[in-house]
């Protein structure tokens, strides 16, 4: 049995929604499938997800919306929070912080604002309007292709 949710995954903070996989062959001890008991307390609990939370969990999964997730950089993050740790080995993270903003007119957090195990970071958020960040993903993508 499997579960997972959009909430950190897309920034889906509070909307709550999720899925659950149960394979079929997943059986109680009586032989009476999980699956069609876990439907049943399900379907008398919830009224389901909402059309706008699950349009905007189909856009997360087009191609569109999985190519944000493909770019090309070492990141952390992202699954627990809203936020992602882009690395960059070898360089002061107020430097990458100056040259990402210099040249792209983003704004970023310098990791060693967390401490020094964030030297060599920069934290980026996933927050803000949805123009605006795909409009910051093609300016760190010509930055750094």
Known sequence: METASFSKYAGFTGVRLGWTVIPKQ????????VAKDFNRIVCTCFNGASNLSQAGALACLTPQGLETHSLGYDVYGGKNAPYVWVHFPNQSSWDVFAEILGKTHVVTTPGSGFGPGGEGFVRVSAF???????????????LYK
């Not at 803000?128 to 010509?142: D, P, V």
């Open 128 to 142: 803000g309007h949805r123009e605006n960040i795909l409009e910051a993903c093609l300016r760190f993508k010509k």
């Open 26 to 33: 997943l059986l109680y001890s009586d032989g009476f499938p």
